[in-house]
């Protein structure tokens, strides 16, 4: 199962005089790590290269930003993959040292400063979480309310027209019995509307 991780954990290393300040922290989405990247170049106006990685699923990433083609960005993602992180982003700040590192030391340097951060890291289960959004009479409200309540599900919006919509999530394997239950107690008077399924970090 793949992990997130709670908090954001950092690690700096002096290698022939050139700084490499890692950070490893959550993000949901590439546009997110495109922001923060931005950010931190901003913060480090100084530094020759901010380098990064997102594993995201689809929305995976890596990137050199000027370092000798797969020699920073890749390298960080595979630490990320090694450890089956999801929804994680990973940067390295370079300040220039005077000396070159070669291929192999920026290899070498780009994926320790990932790899030592990530040991302070604490990993969070990425729980898939299935959305779901029903209407239902206003007398079957309460009900439905300590239903979700009693399966610990995320109540997200509530829609107060003819009839009272509902829209939840909780865990994939929880849902079709949940489901189940609900249409059972609701006696048929309960609409399901189309939903999605989401990543959540437990």
């Known amino acids: 199962m793949p992990n997130a991780i709670a908090q954001p954990v950092h690690s700096e290393l002096i290698i022939k005089k ?99 951060a990530l040991l302070k890291a604490e990993k969070v289960p990425l729980v898939k979480l299935q959305t779901l959004r029903c209407t239902v009479p206003y007398a079957f409200e309460g009900l439905l309310r300590r239903e979700i309540e009693a399966a610990q599900a995320q109540l997200t919006e509530v829609l107060h027209g003819s009839q009272v919509e509902l829209s939840f999530a909780l865990p994939v394997p929880a849902a079709a019995d949940f489901v189940a239950r609900l249409n059972e107690a609701g006696q048929g008077r309960i609409g399901w509307l189309k939903t999605q399924t989401q990543a959540d970090p437990d």
């Open 18 to 116: 050139s700084r490499f300040i890692g950070c490893v922290e959550a993000m949901s989405d590439r546009a997110g790590a495109s922001a923060r990247v931005a950010q931190l170049k901003a913060e480090h106006p100084g530094a020759v290269h901010v380098c990064w990685a997102f594993s995201g699923g689809g929305q995976s990433a890596a990137v050199d930003d000027g370092e000798p083609s797969g020699t920073a960005g890749r390298p960080m993602l595979e630490v990320l993959r090694h450890q089956d992180l999801e929804g994680v982003l990973a940067t390295v700040v370079r300040y220039w040292g005077g000396a070159k590192l070669g291929a192999g030391g920026l290899v070498r340097a780009y994926t320790d400063a990932v790899a030592q």
